[in-house]
């Protein structure tokens, strides 16, 4: 019912940057906070910063600085810029997004990306 694609993804030098993208498609009523969260090859996926329908950001302290969230409400898309990325940034990146479908406009269901990669290495 609800389709989550990622791009901007790829690979780029330490200190340099990148924007990611997530748009989020089909049979949406509303959606609440949207997020990204990436997981690195042996570790556990983590909550790298996420935005509620009203602005409000919230980040992990390791990309505090660097990272900005951001989203257009009406295009149902949320963004990463990634400034200052450091090797310790590579990962697969994922779009999380609570989304309320026109079938259950009342309930918010937890909604997920297919990931892109982000390499930083020189």
């Known amino acids: 019912q609800v389709q989550l694609v990622e791009s901007g993804g790829g690979l780029v030098q330490p200190g340099g940057s990148l924007r990611l993208s997530c748009a989020a498609s089909?049979?949406?009523?509303?959606?609440?906070?949207m997020g990204w969260y990436r997981q690195a090859p042996g570790k556990e996926r983590e909550l790298v910063a996420v935005?509620?329908?009203?602005?409000?950001?919230n980040y992990a302290d390791s990309v505090k600085g660097r990272f900005t969230i951001s989203r257009d409400n009406a295009k149902n898309t949320v963004y990463l810029q990634m400034n200052s990325l450091k090797p310790e940034d590579t990962a697969v990146y994922y779009c999380?997004?609570?989304?309320?479908?026109?079938?259950?406009?009342?309930?918010?269901?937890?909604?997920w990306g297919t990931g892109t990669l982000v390499t930083v290495s020189s």
């Open positions: 089909g049979s949406i009523f509303s959606i609440n906070a």
């Open positions: 935005i509620t329908s009203g602005g409000s950001t």
């Open positions: 999380n997004a609570d989304v309320r479908t026109m079938n259950r406009p009342y309930y918010g269901m937890d909604y």
